[in-house]
C-alpha cells in the first residue's frame, strides 16, 4: 500500500476562519512533507518533517502551521490566510532523508479556496 | 544553482508518436533525478528515476536518459497515448537534503487519437 490520504478533498473558508488540513499515511515513512502547489505550476515545498522533528521550513509565513502528533500524520493548521494562499496543499511521505530510491508519495491534496 | 530547467513549456503528440521532454540543471550534488506524473486534480505519482551513474533507464514506454557532462536529462514516452495526456515533472534531490525535490516548471503533453 504505497497511499498518502489527505482529508479534507475540498475546502473553502474565510479570511477570519481557523481550519486544518489531516494527512495520514501506513507505509512506515518517517519523512514527511506540505507542498503548496498553484494552478499550472510545480509543486512549491512548505515543511519537511523527518522522524516528527521539524527539519525544513521554508520561510513559510506564520499563518501557516504545521504539526506532526506522529511519524503517520501530518496536520496543517491555517489561520487568517488570504485570498492568494487558494491552492491544491500536496502532502507526501517517504521513507528517509535523501539518496537515490527515496521516493516521495503524493496524496490527491486539498484543495483550498480563500474568500 | 538550485533551479532546474524544463522544456518545452506544452507539447501536443499524434497517438503512437514519440513525446520527448527535457530538463537540465546546474547543482552537480543532486545524486537523484525523478519525473512526476500528474493528472487534473490529483497529487503527483513517481513514474521513473534515474541517479547519475546510469546514461540510460527503461521502464515499459518510458526511459529515461540521462547526459551527466552536459548536465542534462529527458523523458522519452514511446507510442504515446490518449492516457498518457498529463502535465510532467522533472525534479532533482541530493543525499543529505532531507531529500527536498527541486522540480522543473513541468510540461502538459496532449496526445491527440
New interface residues.
Given amino acids: 500500500d504505497t497511499e ?1 490520504t489527505q482529508t479534507p478533498k475540498h475546502l473553502v473558508m474565510g479570511m477570519t476562519n481557523k481550519k486544518s488540513l489531516k494527512c495520514e499515511q501506513h507505509m512506515g515513512h518517517r ?1 514527511m512533507y506540505w507542498y503548496k502547489q498553484k494552478a ?4 512549491e ?1 512548505m515543511f ?1 518533517y ?1 522522524y516528527e522533528k521539524l ?2 521550513n521554508e520561510s513559510v509565513p506564520s499563518r501557516f502551521s504545521p504539526e506532526c502528533p506522529n511519524s503517520s500524520l501530518l496536520n496543517l493548521h491555517l489561520h487568517a490566510l488570504q485570498p492568494e494562499d487558494s491552492a491544491l496543499y ?1 502532502c ?1 511521505s ?1 521513507q ?14 486539498t484543495r483550498l479556496s480563500v474568500l | 544553482q538550485q533551479q532546474v530547467k524544463q522544456s518545452p513549456q506544452s507539447l501536443i503528440v499524434q497517438k503512437g508518436g514519440i513525446s520527448i521532454i527535457n530538463c537540465a540543471y546546474e547543482n552537480t550534488a543532486f ?2 533525478f ?1 519525473w ?1 506524473q500528474q493528472f487534473p ?6 513514474l521513473i ?1 534515474i ?1 547519475p551513474d546510469v546514461s540510460e533507464k527503461k521502464e515499459g514506454r518510458f526511459t529515461i536518459s540521462f547526459n551527466k557532462s552536459a548536465k542534462q536529462f529527458s523523458l522519452h514516452i514511446m507510442d504515446s497515448q490518449p492516457g498518457d495526456s498529463a502535465t510532467y ?1 522533472c525534479a532533482a ?9 527541486i ?4 510540461t ?1 503533453l496532449a496526445v491527440h487519437p
Fill in positions: 498518502v519523512a499550472k505550476k510545480p509543486p515545498l519537511v523527518s527539519s525544513i500536496l507526501a517517504s528517509d532523508r535523501g539518496g537515490f530510491g527515496n521516493i516521495q508519495y503524493f496524496g490527491a491534496g | 545524486d537523484y525523478p512526476y486534480g490529483k497529487g503527483p505519482a513517481l528515476a541517479r515533472f534531490s541530493m543525499t543529505g537534503g532531507y531529500n527536498k525535490l522540480f522543473g516548471a513541468g502538459r
